[in-house]
C-alpha cells in the first residue's frame, strides 16, 4: 500500500503518498520540515502548543535549527529553519493532525512561516549529538535517483575532519491535502539530506572542501549546502 488517508472534514482528506510506487509500513518516518518564518515569536508560541501534541502520539523531535550562512545552492533551495520530527509510523502523523485541537494550533504555524516545504524521509544513519550551542551543522541536500557513495565512507571522511555524520536520509512519501475542487500536494524540494555537526566551524567547512566530498556533490543535482545552528 503506497497510500495512506486520513478523513479531517467534509471537504478534506490528507494522504500520504509514497514515491515511486514506494510501499508505506508502520517503520518510523521523519518529518522534515524545511521553511523560512515571518514571525519568529508566533513560530515559537506554535512549536510550544504542538510539541506535547506529537509526544503524545509516540512522535519526537529530532533536530530543529537555524540558519547560519549558506555555502552552497540557489537561493530557491535555500530556508531558514529546518525541523526534523521521528513519528512511529504514518498512522501516527495522521492521527496527529486528525485532531481539532491540533487543526486550530496549526493555525499558527500556517501565519508565521511562508516557503514552507514539507515531506517523509527514511533515516539511513542517526548519530547521538546533544544540543551543543558550541556545534554547528553542515546541512546539505540533493537530489539522486541512489546515493553514490558507501555511508562509511562518508563517516571515515568526517573523522578525518574533526566531523560527525549526525543524519543520513531519503524521501519516502509526500503529503497530499485533497479538498473538494481540488488536490494540492506539499512540496519538498530534496532527495536526500545529510546533517554533520562539529565544535569548529572551519572543520566543516574543510569537509565541505574535501576533494572526495566534492566528487560526491558533484555527481548530484539541486546541491544545497548551509552551516546551522542546533537549538531545544
Same mark, same amino acid.
Given at each position: 500500500m503506497n497510500k495512506i488517508t486520513q478523513t479531517l472534514n467534509k471537504q478534506t482528506e490528507v494522504s500520504i503518498l509514497g514515491i515511486s510506487n514506494q510501499d508505506l509500513t508502520d517503520e518510523p518516518m521523519?518529518?522534515?520540515?524545511w521553511f523560512n518564518l515571518k514571525n519568529k515569536f508566533?513560530?515559537?508560541i506554535y512549536n510550544l502548543l504542538a510539541l506535547p501534541m506529537a509526544r503524545s502520539v509516540g512522535a519526537r523531535p529530532i533536530f530543529k535549527g537555524y540558519r547560519l550562512s549558506s555555502l552552497e545552492g540557489p537561493k530557491e533551495l535555500?530556508?531558514?529553519v529546518l525541523l526534523l520530527v521521528r513519528y512511529p509510523g504514518p498512522k501516527q502523523f495522521?492521527?496527529?493532525v486528525s485532531k481539532k485541537l491540533f487543526q486550530l494550533v496549526s493555525i499558527l504555524r500556517i501565519k508565521s512561516v511562508k516557503d514552507f516545504n514539507f515531506g517523509f524521509f527514511k533515516c539511513l544513519k542517526l548519530g547521538e549529538s546533544p544540543v551543543n550551542e558550541n556545534h554547528e551543522y553542515l546541512v546539505g541536500h540533493f537530489?539522486?535517483?541512489?546515493?553514490?557513495?558507501?555511508?562509511?565512507?562518508?563517516? #571515515?571522511?568526517?573523522?578525518?575532519?574533526?566531523?560527525?555524520?549526525f543524519y543520513l536520509g531519503g524521501k519516502i512519501a509526500n503529503l497530499s491535502i485533497d479538498r473538494k475542487g481540488g488536490n494540492t500536494v506539499v512540496p519538498l524540494n530534496m532527495g536526500w539530506m545529510f546533517l554533520i555537526s562539529s565544535d569548529h566551524r572551519k572543520n566543516l567547512t574543510d569537509l565541505y572542501g574535501d576533494? #572526495?566530498?566534492?566528487?560526491?556533490?558533484d555527481q548530484n543535482t539541486s546541491n544545497y549546502l548551509g552551516i546551522f545552528s542546533r537549538v531545544r
Open positions: 521523519d518529518a522534515i520540515n508566533v513560530y515559537t535555500a530556508r531558514e495522521l492521527h496527529l537530489q539522486a535517483p541512489r546515493l553514490t557513495i558507501d555511508i562509511d565512507h562518508i563517516r #571515515e571522511l568526517c573523522s578525518q575532519h574533526n566531523c560527525q555524520l576533494p #572526495e566530498i566534492r566528487k560526491f556533490l
